[in-house]
């Protein structure tokens, strides 16, 4: 991807307010290394009971998320997905799935850990629920 697809990119990551607390760099350094991509209506981004191998962020779209085949949330643009399974290594605990095409950057187990280890406030808004459900 070229370096203005990256800034574009991280323009649109800081209009979300998931990423508010970040700097223009955390943002470039998040587009650059991940995986901007698209995937159609329905879907399945995450299986639940599966092991974590990535995350996304939802740039435009909507996506449900179901535990045992019952509806609990729908996100949209600005969520983050699937973060919680890597950064604790546990199984998936839900399953999500696109309602309507989405606009994502996916980040695989590498890129993520890369992104926490260098970036502290990328840290913070990545796992901003894990936090909450600790705190």
């Known amino acids: 991807m070229r370096s ?22 955390d943002l470039e350094d998040l587009a650059r290394h991940s995986y ?9 981004l995450i299986h639940q009971d599966t092991p974590a191998d990535a995350c996304y962020v939802i740039l435009d779209g909507s ?3 179901r535990i045992d085949g ?8 600005g969520s983050i997905v699937g973060e ?3 950064a604790t290594g546990r199984l998936r605990n839900a399953t999500v799935t696109s309602v309507e ?35």
Not at 4 to 17: E, G, N, S
Not at 36 to 44: C, D, E, L, N
């Open 63 to 65: 996506a449900v998320v």
């Open 101 to 135: 095409p989405l606009d994502l950057l996916h980040l695989d187990v590498a890129q993520f850990r890369d992104l926490l280890d260098r970036r502290p406030s990328l840290r913070a808004s990545l796992l901003a629920r894990l936090t909450a459900a600790t705190a």
């Open 70 to 77: 019952h509806d609990v949330a729908t996100l949209g643009s």
């Open 84 to 86: 919680v399974a890597l």
């Open 4 to 25: 203005a697809d990256h800034r574009d990119l991280a323009r649109r990551l800081a209009a979300l307010p998931a990423f508010e607390g970040c700097t223009e760099k």
């Open 36 to 44: 901007h991509s698209s995937v159609p209506a329905h879907w399945p």
